[in-house]
């Protein structure tokens, strides 16, 4: 038997992968709260036209993760229910940073950076010769923060107002904290390799060109077949997507799917131990023993430290060390349309400008929500405990909200509704070495041959791309039996 902690979207993928994989594999997924889907949480308000998205609320279309997340959705017939957005839709173009006392459009076009746009004093393309003339780096670095890297190679406001912002907005992170591998794996390397960023990326692109066109000489294999679902994001220019009735549509779906396939989803219970024998892995649920052939955690690094704390301190004390932060979402519905001074897809705010608002996304103008106008605050990050201590009420956490929303989008009316959802350690915190971390781990439970895997969040990636695919690729390597 198998059995998956956690039944997020990485827990739910995973086993539909395993059964993919082996049809016939009895499979138990164990979820400790009441609910399948994790940190994907919609609530509907479909008779008034609207929905509130706790967590993530957007698919990003392009790249080979991309592409594996849209045959999942096909694979489960739900191409007639996504929700697309296009490249030129206002919400696609139209991305802001609040800084300097007000809102800033970002550059869309290569004509915004040839010219000096707020909040930034030079032309954007001055960067690119700031890489050019800054040289190599005197020693060679195995990692570094994201914020050191861009500051180093582009420059301080480039750090400040940009790429901070933009951690903010991704995983409410700290860029003087986060690993530049998180995001700029590719750039750092070329850095490194190659002295400069630009040199990099040029020297590799006249490297790459006498490649192709050496392999156009030999015979041309066949290309891998793309699902008809990401043929058509490619062919309509998709920049982001949901699912229409919000994106938890797509948890629901594959839990229902898993069921109809034999597979057991048991809510509202918690795994006590883990203890690992020989090549056997017993699991104890509510008081229970299971003996298992292998087990995938998708649950929180943090969380699968408390079980295998007392049988593996070492492997426990890695899982421990990364980190989470909370975040505070507040939904606000307005039963108005015309509030906003310019429509796009919202907000960030970069730390510099010492607010406790990370961003507002502007629901209501990524999708259709009838007559309303419904934003997202999001608050805290890494920042939660200066900003609103250990403790915080939901009315202060909504009134710090409104304060801000009033303050920079002047809009001082009361929402119609609104939710508060205070996601305690929901994002892990991608810091300086998360790659050797996570090597770590997987090096242990390979050279104790351990029978778990691990997926999610905590590993791969944070964005819901990521996860499925960390879900697929770990139950590949098993050899369930």
Known sequence: MTAILGAGISGLAAGHYLLRKSPTLPLTIYEATERVGGWIRS????????????????????????????????????????????????????????????????????????????????????????????????????????????????????????????????????????????????????????????KGLLKEALQNNRKKQSDNLKTSSQPTQMARLAERAKAENWSIYSIRGGLQTLPETLATDLQSKGASIVTGIKCEELFFERDRVTLRIDGKDECLNHLVSSIPSYKLAKHVQKQHPQLATVLKSIPFVDVCVVNLQYRKTGMLKQDGFGFLVPPIENLPILGVIYDS???DMDDNTVLTVMMGGAWFEKWFG??????????????????????????????????????????????????????YVEHHKLPIVMCGASYDGVGVNDVILSARTSVEKMHPH
């Open 43 to 198: 609530d509907r308000f479909l008779d008034n036209g609207y929905v509130f998205e706790a967590g993530p609320r957007t698919i990003r279309p392009k790249g080979p993760a991309a592409n594996n997340t849209l045959e999942l959705i096909e694979h489960l017939g739900l191409a007639d229910q996504v929700y697309s957005i296009s490249s030129n839709h206002t919400a696609a173009r139209n991305r802001m940073i609040f800084a300097k006392g007000k809102l800033n459009l970002l550059p869309s076009s290569l004509g915004g950076i040839l010219k000096t746009v707020p909040p930034f004093t030079k032309p954007l393309y001055f960067a690119a010769f700031r890489d050019l003339l800054a040289g190599r780096s005197k020693t060679l670095l195995q990692d570094e923060s994201m914020y050191s890297f861009v500051e180093r190679r582009f420059g301080k406001e480039i750090a400040d107002y940009a790429v901070s912002a933009m951690l903010c907005g991704i995983c409410a992170g700290n860029a003087k904290e986060i690993s530049v591998k998180f995001l700029m794996k590719d750039l750092f390397e070329r850095e490194q390799r190659h002295g400069g960023v630009i």
């Open 365 to 367: 103008c990524c999708f």
């Open 390 to 443: 250990k403790d915080s009420s939901e009315e202060h956490l909504l009134s710090v909200a409104l304060e801000n929303v009033k303050k920079i989008l002047h809009i001082d009316q009361n929402p119609d509704s609104y939710k508060v959802n205070l996601l305690r350690k929901c994002i892990p915190q991608y810091t300086v070495g998360h790659q050797d971390r996570v090597k770590a781990i997987r090096d």
